[in-house]
């Protein structure tokens, strides 16, 4: 079992940055593949970006691709999504999630959720 938390959302401006932080506790971190998501209100939780148990492999959604950046420090069992340009569309609660095994951009394939954070970004 690991344990999530985000942090790092708030309000920001068009075009500014944040770090969203995902803190794991629990079983061995470098285990898993990281995930984050997001749900805006009214809308389906939809994949962000996830990365391998060693960060050999990553992927991004296309709506954030060369905005966002996902990395892991395993010796820290933290997870982060720097996050720049940042547009009206991103606002959204951000969560990341844990899963054993192969590199998934599918919710459902994740096993362990954070609470999530909101980020707001207002034009």
């Known amino acids: 079992q690991v344990q999530l938390v985000e942090s790092g959302g708030g309000l920001v401006q068009t075009e500014d940055s944040l770090r969203l932080s995902c803190a794991a506790s629990?079983?061995?971190?470098?285990?898993?593949?990281m995930g984050w998501f997001r749900q805006a209100p009214g809308k389906e939780r939809e994949f962000v970006a996830a990365i391998s148990q060693g960060s050999s492999s990553t992927g991004y959604a296309d709506s954030v691709k060369g905005r966002f950046t996902i990395s892991r420090d395993n010796a820290k069992n933290t997870m982060y999504l720097q996050m720049n340009s940042l547009k009206p569309e991103d606002t959204a609660v951000y969560y990341c999630a844990a899963k054993i095994g192969v590199y998934s951009a599918r919710a459902n394939a994740y096993n362990y959720w954070g609470q999530g954070t909101q980020v707001t970004v207002s034009s």
């Open positions: 629990g079983r061995t971190f470098s285990s898993y593949v």
